[in-house]
C-alpha cells in the first residue's frame, strides 16, 4: 500500500465491526485509527470533518475504522480512501439491534439516545420494542433499511440539497423529498458500493476478509491471519419468541416490510461478492 492510501473499515453498526476494529488494530502491519465519539447522535464524517481528524495526515496509520463515515470521498488530505465494508441479513442485523438496546437501556443517560428507543425499552419484548420504532414519525436508527440509508443519506442530501439538514437529530422529511430519496437510494447505494476497495458479507466472513487480504496485499498492506478474528461484543441472545417476524402478524409484517431495501442491498453485495472472488482467481 502506498504510504497515501488509508484502508478505512466502514463499521455499519451490528455487522461485527468490533471483531475487525480489533482485529485491525492488533493484526496489521501499520496502525490503526478508531473514531467513536462519546456523544454521537449528530456526529458524522463528511469530507469536512475528516479533515480535522488528526491522524488521517499520518501515514503512520494505514486503517481506520469508524460508526460514522457518511460520505465518501476518494481522497482527503491527500490520501487514499480504500472502503471496506460488511453487510449483514437485515432480520439478523435488526434483532440484534433491538436485543442490543434493550440490554442496554438502563445505563443510557444520553438524551438524544434515549429519544431514538422507546420509554422503559428494557422492559418490551422484541415485538413490542418493533412496534413502537415502527410507529415513530421521524428518521432515527434501525426504524427502516438502516444498511442503505447508512450508506445513501448523506450522500443523497449532500448531492441533492434536499431531504433534513445533514446532522439534525430526529430528522423528518418532506413528503416530496422522502419519496425521491427512496425512489433512488438503493441504486445510488449499489454504486457506492462499486467503488469501494471491497465489499462482503457477514454471513461469509472467511471470503470476505479473504478478499480484502488479497485486494490490500497489492496494496503493500499485510493483514493478520483469519483465524485471529474473535467474536467480541456479542449480544446474548435473550429468550425471546420470534415467531411474530413473519407477515402473518401485523407487527412482523411491517417490520418485513420496513427491510425490503436492504434485503436487496445484501443480496447486491453477496453478487459483489461472488464476482470479486471470480475476478480474483481469473488473475492468478
Not at 106 to 114: E, G, H, Q, S
Not at 192 to 216: N, P, T, W
Not at 223 to 248: F, H, I, K
Request: one cysteine or more.
Amino acid at each position: 500500500m502506498a504510504a497515501e492510501d488509508l484502508l478505512v473499515h466502514v463499521h455499519i453498526e451490528k455487522t461485527a465491526g468490533t471483531a475487525l476494529a480489533d482485529w485491525f488494530r492488533h493484526t496489521q502491519t501499520g496502525g490503526h485509527g478508531l473514531i467513536y465519539p462519546r456523544v454521537p447522535s449528530s456526529f458524522y464524517l463528511d469530507e469536512s470533518a475528516l479533515q480535522q481528524v488528526g491522524f488521517i495526515a499520518d501515514t503512520r496509520v494505514r486503517s481506520v475504522s469508524s460508526h460514522y463515515f457518511r460520505v465518501f470521498p476518494e481522497r482527503v488530505l491527500g490520501r487514499r480512501m480504500r472502503y471496506f465494508t460488511l453487510l449483514r441479513e437485515p432480520v439478523s442485523q435488526y434483532l440484534s439491534f433491538c436485543n442490543y438496546e434493550r440490554q442496554l437501556y438502563p445505563t443510557i443517560t444520553v438524551p438524544d439516545k434515549l429519544a431514538e428507543l422507546p420509554p422503559n425499552a428494557d422492559q418490551l419484548n422484541a415485538r413490542e420494542f418493533t412496534e413502537w420504532l415502527l410507529d415513530q414519525p421521524d428518521d432515527i436508527p434501525f426504524r427502516e433499511n438502516y444498511q442503505t440509508n447508512y450508506l445513501t443519506s448523506y450522500v443523497w442530501r449532500t448531492a441533492t440539497g434536499r431531504g433534513p439538514l445533514a446532522g439534525t437529530v430526529k430528522p423528518r422529511w418532506d413528503d416530496a423529498d422522502w419519496s425521491a430519496y427512496r425512489s433512488e437510494r438503493v441504486e445510488l447505494a449499489k454504486r457506492l458500493l462499486r467503488d469501494f476497495a471491497a465489499v462482503g458479507v457477514v454471513e461469509r466472513m472467511h471470503d470476505s476478509l479473504s478478499l480484502l487480504s488479497k485486494r490490500a496485499a497489492t496494496w503493500g498492506l499485510q493483514l493478520g491471519p483469519l483465524d485471529q478474528v474473535e467474536r467480541v461484543n456479542v449480544t446474548p441472545e435473550l429468550q425471546q419468541d420470534l415467531r411474530w417476524v413473519d407477515r402473518a402478524d401485523s407487527v412482523g409484517r411491517r417490520l418485513l416490510e420496513a427491510l425490503e431495501d436492504d434485503r436487496e442491498l445484501h443480496a447486491f453485495a453477496g453478487r459483489l461478492l461472488d464476482a470479486s472472488l471470480r475476478a480474483e482467481i481469473a488473475e492468478t
